[in-house]
């Protein structure tokens, strides 16, 4: 091996080794800052109460939206087979409605309730969230 | 009748354009016996063809011809005419005509620039028309803007009135002409590894292209990140949406690439880099513009409805990436210069950076990626959140931030620390002394915030003082002003980023008429609701006036929208700028008859913010122009 080679060998492993390192940090910060997304029926089956921020979509079912007043609303998120009761407080997006499609975020109580600090609006009244579409596929509730 | 000729005369010009790109890519095959027209008057056609092609959809779109497909989905008759216009890239198939057209726009610009050699010239312009065919013949066959229809449709369907906003209008051609221009910088890049010509003169030719597109694509980002401050109404202006990271990474990897060709023009060195740089700049371009438009980046499920497309874009980023770096790795000894430069020079400082930008870039792609390859493997849909590119990038940004300090103090020889940190004491002094009074004064605790006001303050200092000389009477501006406003404009960026960040307020209120709102020290005065018909919309718009220690600082009219076709809301927020700070306002669709819900947001910094922003694009604007002028003064040392 002549000197260059061994050079250049040497300045690519230890380049190779701090990149590694690098993705590394990268990776675990990536992983306690992901949100995870369920439907109402994997929410209840996983049983994912705590503290942890999770996303859940669906429908908004009719003739569920409640507004108490203060800008707090409840509604129920339904995917066909199960829903879930959601209280939020803030300024609901103006494509929100009953039978529509919806994404909140926020976290799931132990007595079955969500309390949602997001609830997520796109810019297409006919757009509607994938993560909804593959969890009404899923349940037969999906028409195209 | 008419439709139908238009049908036929469009497509026959994008088989011209067909034509005259298979001419012109025959420097390539060594094929030089066709001398009938010059380079840059076949470019000219080749131009003209696709000008006028445009030109066409532009009229079917003005004229309202539904006989053609694209007008009939993406225009409607009664839409404002300017909206007609940008209908005709609000889509993909008018979009890529437009990509296609600013393609053959540089080819043909390049064709007529006299900086390099007619050899250098010859290549450079095949391998641009060898990519202007590929991209014309996937416009023919997958994505024709001009198919026409049998049925005789009355009005189109296109009135999505969110997507009617002038910034809207003019964003995708700026950032198209930044991405595009990368197209230029590969082509060269190409050229100087297939002619072992990659030194100095290259750098010359490439530097003005390089920072022409590099300005326009950081313009065309900023214009995007505005349009959703100001129409989503959510208070922020960078949200780490997959389709802001698709735009905000070939711009981090481009940022590197301007630093090293500016290297490469002084030193003569760091040659493979800067290919490798061009290289990934060009096909992070086309992964941003194509696979943000076939839907890819949104969801995985989206392509499936779309593979023709997907497809064609995914085999010709294979090919470009698999040639190229294969072209890269049979030539890059060959290019490679022995390089002489001190662990103290300058060239240190710019690689560490070089580093930082490539791993920030890997940061967002990492972000971007992981929630695709979630669901494509283990059918787990997941979001990554903002707060893990803060985290990632806050403890990288320290350190860009220090290197983009030092190294412009640094000479290209061997330098000194203690001399530079001996000429930059007063500098230190002030903005130490300065930090520490904003400290106090706003009672701030947090030991990363006030790291970064202090190194952007001492960035924002010693840059300007580097591109002005104070003579006794008169200000002199030095070479490298263009250079010294970016820096200085990153660093008010920065500044206003973080104050931004730490001293932005919200409140949401279920208000009544006649009702006073405080946030911080604003009062908001609630004086009135009322209700508008307007031509194709009705309105609820609500009337709120701004006051601070008893002064009337503006009114607000936040706005609700009613448009009945296609039945959408959508809301106008208001914002009153002030000079340090932006209030805004933005209503909700009233749920009842007596009370409103309100969001009052207090932005500081805003305007600073986009300052920082323009001079960052002022400076890349200057720099490009005042390119040969620089080369002619430094060739003699």
């Known amino acids: 091996m002549t000197d260059t080679v061994k050079k250049r060998l040497i300045k690519f492993l230890v380049s190779l080794i701090i990149f590694g390192i690098a993705i590394l940090i990268i990776v675990y910060n990536l992983r306690d800052n992901i949100v995870y997304f369920y439907s109402p029926s994997e929410i209840i089956e996983n049983n994912q109460t705590g503290s942890q921020i999770v996303r859940l979509g669906g429908l908004v079912e009719s003739e569920s939206v409640v507004s108490d007043g203060d800008s707090i609303f409840h509604f129920n998120i339904t995917d066909g087979q199960e829903q879930i009761s959601v209280k939020y407080q803030g300024i609901l997006p103006n494509l929100f409605a009953e039978e529509k499609g919806v994404v909140v975020e926020g976290i799931y109580m132990n007595d079955g309730r969500f309390i949602a600090n997001k609830v997520l609006a796109k810019h297409d009244e006919n757009y509607m969230p994938p993560e909804v579409i593959k969890s009404l596929k899923e349940t037969g509730k999906w028409q195209e | 009748m008419m439709s139908l000729a238009l049908h036929y005369v469009a497509n026959l010009l994008l088989i011209l354009c067909l034509v005259t790109s298979i001419i012109q890519s025959r420097f ?101 028309s060898l990519m202007i065919f590929g991209f014309v013949l996937f416009l023919l066959l997958l994505s024709n803007p001009f198919n026409i229809n049998n049925e005789n449709f009355n009005d189109g369907l296109g009135l999505n009135p969110i997507l009617q906003d002038p ?67 959510w208070g922020g202006y960078w949200f780490w949406d997959p389709v802001e990271n698709a735009s905000l990474m070939p711009w981090l990897s481009a940022t590197a690439l301007i630093h090293c060709v500016v290297v490469l023009q002084r030193r003569n060195t760091m040659q493979s880099w800067t290919m490798v740089l061009a290289i990934l ?41 698999s040639s190229s770096f294969l072209l890269f790795a049979l030539k890059s000894e060959k290019i490679n210069k022995p390089s002489l430069h001190n662990i103290s020079s300058r060239n240190t400082g710019i690689m560490v950076n070089n580093w930082l930008l490539i791993s920030i870039l890997s940061v967002v792609f990492l972000g971007t990626m992981y929630p695709l390859a979630t669901d494509l493997i283990y059918n787990q849909s997941l ?56 400290t106090l004064y706003f009672d701030l605790f947090n030991f990363t915030e006030i790291l970064i006001i202090f190194l952007s303050l001492i960035l924002i200092i010693s840059s300007l003082s580097s591109g002005l000389n104070f003579k006794s009477t008169k200000v002199i501006v030095k070479s490298n002003f263009g250079q010294s406003i970016a820096h200085a404009g990153f660093g008010i960026f920065m500044l206003a980023v973080v104050s931004n960040a730490v001293y932005s307020q919200e409140t949401i209120y279920d208000a009544k008429v006649g009702s006073k709102l405080q946030l ?56 009153i700028h002030q ?58 040392n």
């Open chain 2, 167 to 233: 910034l809207l209008a003019i964003h995708p051609p700026i950032l198209y002409i930044g991405y595009v221009g990368f197209s230029l910088i590969f082509s060269l890049s190409i050229t100087g590894l297939l002619t072992s010509e990659v030194d100095r003169k290259w750098a010359t030719i490439a530097k003005p292209w390089v920072f022409a597109a590099w300005s326009f694509l950081t313009a065309g980002i900023a214009l995007g990140s505005y349009w959703a401050y100001y129409e989503l109404g």
């Open chain 2, 579 to 636: 000079l340090f700070s932006d209030v805004y306002v933005v209503m909700n669709v009233p749920q009842n008859q007596e009370s409103i819900s309100l969001r009052l947001h207090i932005k500081p910094f805003m305007n600073i913010l986009w300052l920082g922003v323009i001079m960052i694009i002022l400076g890349g604007i200057i720099t490009a122009i005042l390119n040969r002028k620089k080369y002619e003064e430094n060739a003699i």
């Open chain 2, 520 to 575: 911080d020290e604003y009062i908001f005065d609630f004086k009135n609701i009322e209700q508008e018909e307007k031509d194709n919309f009705n309105s609820i718009k609500a009337y709120l006036s701004l006051f601070k220690n008893g002064k009337n600082l503006g009114e607000f009219s936040p706005e609700i929208r009613f448009y009945s076709d296609p039945p959408t809301i959508t809301s106008e927020t208001s914002i």
């Open chain 2, 383 to 438: 979001t990554v959140g903002p707060q893990y590119y803060a985290i990632s990038i806050t403890p990288i940004i320290i350190l860009f931030l220090f290197f983009m300090i030092l190294s412009p103090q640094l000479s290209w020889g061997e330098s000194k620390l203690l001399k530079i940190l001996s000429e930059m004491r007063y500098i230190l002094i002030s903005c130490l002394t300065i930090t520490f009074l904003t």
């Open chain 2, 28 to 128: 390539l095959f060594k094929i030089q016996n066709y001398n009938l027209f010059s380079i840059s008057q076949i470019s000219a056609i080749q131009f003209l063809s696709i000008l006028v092609s445009f030109f066409i959809l532009i009229f079917l779109f003005i004229t309202s011809d539904f006989n053609f497909d694209l007008v009939y989905f993406h225009s409607h008759s009664e839409k404002p005419i300017i909206y007609k216009l940008s209908g005709v890239w609000g889509n993909h198939e008018g979009s890529m005509l437009l990509w296609i057209l600013i393609l053959v726009l540089f080819n043909f610009l390049f064709s007529l620039s006299k900086s390099s050699s007619q050899k250098f010239k010859e290549i450079t312009v095949a391998v641009q």
């Open chain 2, 281 to 321: 700049t060009f096909s992070l371009s086309l992964a941003g513009t194509f696979l943000v438009r076939s839907g890819v980046l949104n969801s995985v499920h989206t392509f499936a409805s779309d593979p023709g497309r997907g497809l064609f874009i995914l085999i010709f980023l294979f090919i470009i990436l």
